[in-house]
């Protein structure tokens, strides 16, 4: 559905994206993640055909973004950060003025208003003017905007935004739900957000690409955790011998335990073979478990790794 080969921006001599590629599949929910003026932004506005890439290629649903940008927008929903919205409209005004310039049929308009307006939750604010909404209400009647021409790609920027918790359940299920005809892209600060609804994670860093990964990969490392009564002096030879085991590091200690963290290539399988050559030592093992990575972890020590791009890119928005 999206293919993206070595996309590249330049803001002067500012690299904003550098030589970025990835491939998304119809149906799939992705989470792009990275710190300011990681170029996450700048790559969202050239999915979008706002912003043209100084070098590289997308396609949408086939179709090459640089010959066919006005067909490829067609297939595009948008949700930009920091929504605009006309404030002196009511609620129904606003998603009749993007029917009209998304083209839609006038036959066809009501019945897309009201599937955006239920599907967002919206019905009690309709005729509310948008000066008068909540942040969160103007959130929803953002997503609304992009929903509204049934797209087949949905770019949602930080759509949580404002929501209270039972309105960003109520997001994750309507994502769940889009995602069903759709492919959903969910930039997002919050974490969690990403683990809820995320089948998959790109993390930006210095303009790179720097993890391409499942989310169930995410948390999986090749370490397995031991816990043992012994000193590393007596403890780490034995570890370090068996068979598998690159490495046998201690990890912490106090006065009784001692942690220790055995490099394999496959922690959850090589835990009996660990159990059984402590047992045959006669050691007490008080512990054994796979090491367990989070998402907030590992976007740390990416987002560590790199430096910070000096300028981020201006952050403009629009509807497509």
């Not at 790179?208 to 012994?230: E, I, K, Y």
């Not at 059984?276 to 030592?281: D, I, K, Q, S």
Request: glycine share 8%; net charge negative.
């Amino acid at each position: 559905m999206i293919e993206v080969r070595n996309l590249s921006r330049s803001y002067g001599t500012l690299k904003a994206v550098s030589e970025v590629s990835f491939d998304i599949g119809h149906g799939e929910i992705v989470g792009l993640l990275g710190h300011n003026g990681a170029g996450k932004t700048t790559i969202m506005k050239m999915l979008t055909g706002y912003l043209e890439p100084s070098g590289g290629t997308i396609r949408i649903d086939g179709l090459a973004l640089a010959e066919h940008r006005r067909e490829v927008q067609r297939r595009v929903g948008y949700l930009p950060e920091n929504c605009p919205l006309y404030p002196e409209m009511t609620v129904l005004d606003s998603l009749q003025y993007q029917a009209v310039l998304h083209g839609l049929p006038t036959g066809e308009r009501p019945a897309a208003i009201r599937r955006a307006v239920e599907r967002t939750a919206l019905e009690a604010k309709a005729s509310a003017q948008v000066a008068t909404l909540s942040r969160g209400y103007r959130q929803r009647l953002g997503v609304a905007l992009a929903i509204l021409h049934s797209p087949k790609i949905l770019i949602l920027d930080e759509p949580t935004n404002g929501l209270d918790p039972t309105q960003i359940q109520h997001m994750r299920e309507l994502i769940q739900e889009l995602a069903r005809d759709a492919t959903v892209i969910v930039s997002t600060h919050i974490l969690q957000e990403v683990e809820a609804v995320c089948q998959r994670v790109l993390i930006m860093s210095g303009g790179r690409l720097a993890l391409d990964s499942d989310l169930n990969a995410v948390g999986r490392s090749p370490r397995l955790l031991v816990t043992l009564d012994r000193p590393a002096a007596e403890a780490q030879p034995l570890l370090a011998a068996i068979p598998g085991v690159s490495a046998a590091t201690l990890l912490d200690s106090d006065s009784a335990y001692h942690r220790f963290a055995l490099t394999l290539p496959d922690a959850q399988t090589a835990a009996p073979g660990v159990a059984r050559a402590v047992a045959e030592r006669g050691w007490d093992l008080f512990a054994l478990e796979p090491e367990r990575r989070d998402l907030e972890a590992l976007f740390r020590a990416i987002s560590e790794s790199a430096p910070l791009n000096p300028i981020a890119a201006p952050k403009e928005a629009a509807h497509v």
